[in-house]
């Protein structure tokens, strides 16, 4: 199947300060890629949608100011978590789609931010 | 709004026996249903897909059914085995956009 890599699978930072995380498709073009956010036993919650060359869709109650998604090219998506806080602490996780009208959704490994 | 119910959070099994995890779901009209894997401090493993005009797949010792009409799919893991315990997922989506809805997800362990 197709492979999705996030990177890095695990972060610390101080409160205040900005994560990259970055998302990339290895042996696929990803024209959409999405971000998700999971809480410790909790569900995924999508955050929004990553298109290539245009700007990302964010759902409902996500501050786009605050997490902000470029997809510069059809393998890479990144999501910025800006002048983050201890609540931004999550495990945040990219997919993108696979081959066209599969309906498949392929994830990478996850990221652990961690704010102090 | 759209909800998603996995029947229990979490289920034990004794190995060899067949796993029967439940995705129960209202207010939505899903054209894909995905069963995935998760384990801890892992992102999701893709297992199966299923559209809305089909009532059946299987892969290997998974099996998914799909019912639109009771608004229901199972996921069946026959001879389970010990490293088959993890947390399944299933999701849904519209037609075209790839924008998944996730269940809770029901922690399936296997006893040896």
């Known amino acids: 199947g197709a492979v999705v890599s996030q990177h890095p699978s695990r972060v610390i930072c101080k409160s205040g300060t900005s994560v990259k995380i970055e998302c990339r498709s290895l042996d696929f073009q990803a024209t959409t890629m999405f971000w998700y956010r999971q809480f410790p036993k909790q569900s995924l919650m999508l955050m929004a949608t990553?298109?290539?060359?245009?700007?990302?869709?964010?759902e409902q109650g996500v501050e786009k100011d605050k997490f902000l998604i470029n997809h510069a090219s059809l393998t890479l998506s990144t999501l910025t978590v800006t002048s983050a806080h201890p609540e931004d602490s999550s495990f945040y996780i990219c997919?993108?789609?696979?081959?066209?009208?599969?309906?498949?959704?392929?994830f990478g490994e996850g990221s652990r931010l961690t704010v102090l | 709004s759209q909800k998603i119910e996995q029947n229990s959070e979490a289920l034990n099994i004794q190995e060899g026996k067949t796993a029967t995890l439940t995705c129960n779901y209202t207010n939505y009209s899903p054209a894909y249903l995905q069963w995935y894997r998760q384990d801890p401090g892992r992102g999701p493993v893709f297992l199966l897909l299923?559209?809305?005009?089909?009532k059946e797949k299987r892969k290997e010792r998974l099996k998914v059914t799909f019912d639109t009409t009771l608004k229901q799919s199972l996921f069946h893991i026959t001879a389970s085995q010990p490293a088959d315990s993890a947390t399944y997922l299933c999701a849904l989506s519209d037609s075209g956009t790839y924008k998944y809805i996730f269940g809770t997800g029901t922690r399936l362990k296997v006893l040896a």
């Open positions: 990553s298109n290539e060359g245009s700007k990302a869709t964010y």
């Open positions: 299923i559209r809305e005009n089909e």
């Open positions: 997919s993108a789609r696979g081959r066209v009208d599969t309906g498949e959704l392929f």
